[in-house]
């Protein structure tokens, strides 16, 4: 498996941006896909961004035009820059990673709050 500790959540106003940042404790260029998901109070954890080692990517339609995933295999770390965030953005976000080499595995997670 790998290790994935993300950052970079926090408290935002509406239309506010952040950074989120998934630093593994390996080196991620042979890891198939890695991504974001998200789960807020009540509902089930759901996929935000993926990106696979090749730079196939896929978005949630929520979050299309608004969210950008990259991965630094240099740095052993993926990203997510969110932008023109919404109150329906609040959630804790977990960085996750899948592949023939270490499984599925998830971070800890970090809360990204909307609010006014």
């Known amino acids: 498996q790998v290790q994935l500790v993300e950052s970079g959540g926090g408290l935002v106003q509406p239309e506010g941006s952040l950074r989120l940042s998934c630093a593994a404790s390996?080196?991620?260029?042979?890891?198939?896909?890695m991504g974001w998901y998200r789960q807020a109070p009540g509902k089930q954890r759901e996929s935000v961004a993926t990106?696979?080692?090749?730079?196939?990517?896929n978005y949630a339609d929520a979050v299309k035009g608004r969210f950008t995933i990259s991965r630094d295999n240099a740095r052993n770390t993926v990203y997510l820059q969110m932008n023109s965030l919404k109150p329906d953005d609040t959630a804790v976000y977990y960085c996750?990673?899948?592949?023939?080499?270490?499984?599925?595995?998830w971070g800890q997670g970090t809360q990204v709050t909307v609010s006014s």
């Open positions: 990106i696979t080692n090749r730079g196939g990517i």
């Open positions: 996750y990673a899948n592949g023939a080499v270490v499984g599925t595995s």
């Open positions: 390996r080196s991620i260029g042979s890891i198939y896909v």
